[in-house]
């Protein structure tokens, strides 16, 4: 076994381990704050456990990582995180514009409602939200 | 038959003065003339001056761009049935003499959509202007398999089956070419009309800015691709 990499790897498991722990603490302050029910507090007490767990065993990624055609499980694992990245960063997009489209919406039916008219009376403007 | 003649405004207190005093009080075939003024969140005198002279004026609390305060347009012709439908801008780009022209095919039942190109015949144009344009026309060839001289021009006109057809949801500039995404969408017949274009240092500084290209291209594709 490569002792380098052996100690780099400890940073990094070390690392992950105090931030799997803290995102768990704060899966258990929703919970006692009723944002989440019992099940799924167990369900992500189970799912940071796995992570803890997972990235403790030495080489497994890499037998994914020949799965996928890939070389080292690293390279497979920084792969994932980018695709993940992009389609957290297209959702993004896509939430984005359907908040603006949301804005406009409401301007437009907050702006049918108190149209200026020359004669002084304002046509009956029907409830529709478009 | 009612018309619509919509003009959005964006802050054009110094000419949307002089662009509403020019606008035709008659046209042929038209019984009764609208003009709407839609203010998309002028912090100016916009909205007070069209009042003042006598237009319908429908104000945004908020600037929600171009394909905003179209839509609010359209919403408006839609609730209160009106029989054709005009846009025109507020920045004395358009030449009034142009609005029949256009307006025209639509009344005759020739087309459903007008579109004034200013690209059919074009004088004092600048270049880098019509480069912007036509590679837009073309990108709106591409994804809406429309064809157009000038795909962003402001002077249209509707008639009545387009103003209760198109479904406007663009909130900027990219409206534009989204028009000729519904039309292709919804079978409504195309037309082109040429009209004159006035350049001013005022207008000049008002249109799109070249860079906008690519932003418009990026909700072009959303568009065409991803919604419904």
């Known amino acids: 076994m490569n002792t380098n990499i052996f100690h780099g790897?400890?940073?990094?498991?070390?690392?992950?381990?105090?931030?799997?722990?803290?995102?768990?603490?704060?899966?258990v302050i929703r919970f006692y704050a009723k944002d989440l029910n019992i099940k799924e507090l167990i369900f992500?007490?189970?799912?940071?456990?796995?992570?803890?767990?997972?990235?403790?065993?030495?080489?497994?990624?890499?037998?994914?990582?020949?799965?996928?055609?890939?070389?080292?499980?690293?390279?497979?694992?920084?792969?994932?995180?980018?695709?993940?990245?992009?389609?957290?960063?297209?959702?993004?997009?896509?939430?984005?514009?359907?908040?603006?489209?949301?804005?406009?919406?409401?301007?437009?039916?907050?702006?049918?409602?108190?149209?200026?008219?020359?004669?002084?009376?304002?046509r009956a403007i029907k409830r529709r939200l478009g | 038959m009612k018309l619509a003649i919509l003009i959005p405004a964006y802050d054009e207190e110094k000419t949307i003065g002089q662009v509403l005093k020019k606008i035709p009080q008659k046209l042929p075939h038209i019984d009764e003339i609208e003009v709407v003024v839609i203010s998309d969140g002028s912090h100016d005198q916009t909205a007070n001056i069209a009042i003042k002279l006598g237009a319908?004026?429908?104000?945004?609390?908020?600037?929600?761009?171009?394909?905003g305060a179209l839509g609010t347009g359209f919403e408006y012709a839609k609730i209160n049935d009106f029989d054709y439908l005009l846009t025109f801008d507020a920045d004395g780009q358009h030449n009034y003499r142009d609005i029949w022209p256009v307006l025209r095919p639509i009344v005759y039942k020739k087309a459903d959509v007008s579109i004034g190109s200013r690209l059919k015949e074009h004088k004092g144009m600048p270049w880098h202007r019509m480069v912007g344009i036509w590679g837009l026309n073309l990108v709106t060839y591409l994804f809406f398999w429309v064809w157009t001289t000038d795909s962003q021009s402001g002077l249209r006109a509707f008639s009545k089956k387009a103003i209760h057809s198109i479904n406007i949801q663009a909130n900027r500039m990219e409206v534009s070419s989204e028009f000729f995404y519904e039309a292709g969408k919804k079978n409504l017949?195309?037309?082109?009309?040429?009209?004159?274009?006035?350049?001013?240092?005022?207008?000049?500084?008002?249109?799109?800015?070249?860079?906008?290209?690519?932003?418009?291209?990026?909700?072009m594709a959303y568009r065409r691709f991803f919604s419904k």
Not at chain 1, 60 to 76: V, Y
Not at chain 1, 90 to 115: G, M, P
Not at chain 2, 193 to 213: C, F, H, P, R
Request: hydrophobic share 50%; charged share 25%; proline share 1%.
């Open chain 1, 9 to 27: 790897l400890a940073l990094v498991k070390t690392l992950f381990t105090i931030f799997a722990l803290f995102a768990w603490s704060r899966a």
């Open chain 1, 44 to 122: 992500w007490t189970l799912v940071w456990l796995l992570m803890i767990v997972l990235v403790f065993i030495p080489g497994k990624t890499n037998f994914f990582a020949r799965l996928l055609g890939i070389d080292r499980g690293n390279d497979a694992m920084f792969f994932l995180a980018i695709v993940a990245l992009f389609y957290a960063t297209y959702r993004l997009y896509v939430k984005s514009n359907e908040a603006e489209k949301e804005i406009t919406r409401l301007v437009r039916a907050l702006a049918l409602k108190n149209v200026f008219k020359k004669k002084g009376k304002r």
């Open chain 2, 56 to 67: 319908t004026v429908i104000e945004h609390d908020l600037n929600r761009g171009l394909g």
């Open chain 2, 189 to 219: 017949k195309i037309t082109e009309v040429s009209i004159e274009s006035i350049y001013t240092d005022y207008s000049l500084n008002k249109g799109q800015k070249s860079i906008n290209a690519f932003k418009i291209l990026a909700k």
